[in-house]
């Protein structure tokens, strides 16, 4: 039972002003609590950019191959201005987007199947840690023989690099399900139906979201390569030519672009998780 | 104090009456998995819990009571013989009986609400209807406040009184209870034994309660069943609990019940 700490020394200041005083202090020091981690993190990354800019223009480095911040953020803005930036994007996400879309629905779908019955285990254990153990970066140059140098290539990329770790945290997020609730479930009378719904699922959907998280990632590294291999569009296909070209500044941007979107999925994913888990027992802080 | 003979363990009630509960020459295998050994549970076992009636089943340790209980339960079947709840023949679980567990079992992403309520949904019972149903019930176990919480904040007790208020709220006939409280520390306990005692008497169930804890089953009961040694377990004794209702804590300390512990101790030290 949670038990709610009351401030009982409240009333225990010896004097007027100090309790005043006290007040203040207090007000610094929750500002700092509440948002140290914000603070801290932001430090953190002016720090680095800070160094990267003063290296490269102290000629620490050689400028014409590392760049700096300040000519990445001009680059930055040309590549949306007229630089074919949003085109590049588009492209980008379309492939992402339908392909991690593929991947999630057959991922779950068959996730959910293989973890329930264990027959479709047997059968498909092998198959899935076969396919896991090769390298899918590696059949790039032969998605571009089956499907060509435009965007299925890519899409089927996408949908293999980011099927696997959906599919297997799927897998075993089912296969994991508390059996002692299975059991108060049964006891009740649960069709095999509201046992998924009701215990299955929920029990499942931690690792299910791990997985989404893994698949969010090895999705967008499948697709900059297969761009990187061979495109002709893209945020990688940017990358590429512009590092073919040592137009740097405009590589790191287009890096900068993909870094993006990154952090920017997996915040809408935390967000999700944060709402499901609002059960659990909170393990640190 | 009487002593009833095993088999002859049914008061004179007319057989098959609502929320009677009838045991009649149970045996219960199991194979085990590695070596493809049978191995068998529980014997013979047979005796009647008659509608609002309290009996608990005590054992030695291993002695199968909770493999009995989960036939009953109609989770596992039985090898031989039957169960029959109001005279019907169990064979499978159903609404005329629900089991609390000695581990809670919450569902950890739902509330106390929502826990409660958990039977009656998969009962397809109207939504209203059975957040009414479970707030009484929650009500009933006195955890009145609480119905937001999440079982993670609530402690052993209270969970285990949510596992209780969610058995009852399906309105069983039956309650079957498996070492309900063994799980919590000593004082909780005997908090939890007055409360089953006190709900219990408001909502007229026939229970079976299984403990290993003497003083626990002849306390709560009106009847107990002393179970043998495992393997092939039979019951060896039931006893007649001739103490009054309602019953305060400290008769536990006065010699009727003080003979009715030894009794039962030596019974089973000696089975």
Redesign the interface.
């Known amino acids: 039972?949670?038990a709610t700490i009351v401030q009982a020394d409240e009333q225990t200041s010896s004097g007027d002003e100090s309790g005043l005083e006290d007040l203040e202090v207090n007000r610094v020091r929750d500002f700092w609590f509440r948002r140290q981690r914000a603070i801290i993190g932001l430090v953190g990354v002016a720090l680095v950019v800070g160094s990267w800019e003063l290296s490269a223009d102290l000629k620490l480095v050689n400028p014409v191959f590392s760049s700096k911040p300040s000519a990445i953020a001009i680059a930055l803005k040309d590549y949306f201005d007229g630089g074919g930036g949003l085109h590049a994007l588009q492209v980008s996400a379309t492939e992402f987007g339908i392909g991690f879309a593929i991947a999630l629905v057959a991922g779950l779908l068959l996730g959910l199947a293989i973890g329930w019955w264990r027959f479709l285990d047997y059968l498909f254990d092998p198959l899935i840690n076969v396919g896991y153990a090769v390298p899918r970066i590696a059949l790039v140059p032969l998605f571009v023989i089956w499907f060509g140098i435009g965007i299925q290539s890519k899409l089927a990329i996408v949908v293999l690099s980011a099927v696997f770790p959906i599919l297997l945290n799927t897998i075993t997020g089912v296969k994991t399900t508390?059996a002692?609730?299975l059991?108060?479930?049964?006891?009740?009378?649960?069709s095999n139906v509201?046992l998924f719904r009701?215990?299955v699922l929920?029990?499942a959907l931690p690792q299910i979201v791990t997985g989404i998280r893994l698949g969010i990632g090895l999705g967008l590294v499948g697709m900059i390569v297969g761009e990187l291999v061979s495109s002709t569009a893209g945020l990688g296909f940017t990358i590429e030519t512009a590092g073919n070209n040592f137009q740097m500044p405009l590589m790191f941007a287009a890096v900068a672009v993909v870094s993006a979107a990154g952090v920017f999925l997996s915040q809408m994913l935390r967000i999700l998780e944060r709402r499901l888990d609002?059960?659990?027992?909170q393990t640190h802080e | 104090m009487s002593l009833t003979q095993p088999g002859f363990a049914t008061p004179p009630i007319a057989a098959g009456g609502a929320g009677e509960l009838a045991i009649d020459h149970a045996r219960i295998e199991f194979i085990a998995r590695r070596d493809n050994k049978k191995y068998t549970a529980i014997g013979d076992v047979s005796f009647t819990v008659a509608p609002e009636e309290f009996v608990s089943v005590v054992g030695p340790s291993g002695c199968g009571k909770s493999s009995l209980m989960l036939a009953v339960?109609?989770?596992i079947p039985l090898a031989r013989g039957s169960v029959r709840v109001s005279g019907k023949l169990v064979t499978?679980?159903?609404?005329d009986r629900?089991?609390v567990?000695q581990?809670a079992?919450l569902?950890?992403?739902?509330?106390v609400v929502g826990n409660v309520s958990?039977?009656l949904?998969?009962?397809k019972v109207d939504r209203a209807q059975a957040r009414q149903r479970a707030h009484e019930m929650i009500e009933l176990v006195g955890l009145s406040g609480f119905e937001s919480n999440?079982?993670?904040?609530?402690?052993g007790g209270?969970q285990q009184r949510v596992n209780l208020a969610r058995a009852l709220a399906?309105d069983p006939l039956v309650l079957l209870m498996d070492e309900p409280f063994a799980a919590l520390d000593a004082q909780t306990r005997e908090l939890m034994q007055d409360e089953l005692l006190r709900i219990w008497t408001e909502m007229k169930k026939s229970v079976m309660f299984v403990t290993h804890q003497i003083d626990e089953a002849i306390f709560l009961a009106d009847r107990v069943v002393v179970l043998g040694r495992g393997p092939a377990t039979k019951v060896v004794k039931v006893v007649e609990i001739p103490l009054g209702r309602p019953r305060p804590e400290s008769i536990k300390r006065t010699p009727e019940f003080v003979a009715i512990v030894d009794d039962i101790w030596t019974t089973i030290r000696g089975a």
């Open positions: 039972m949670t508390d002692s609730l059991r108060v479930a049964r006891s009740f009378k649960a509201q009701t215990v929920p029990g609002r059960w659990r027992p | 339960a109609g989770l499978g679980p159903e609404h629900a089991m567990f581990s079992s569902l950890p992403w739902r509330s958990y039977g949904e998969l009962m999440y079982p993670h904040e609530l402690s209270m399906a």
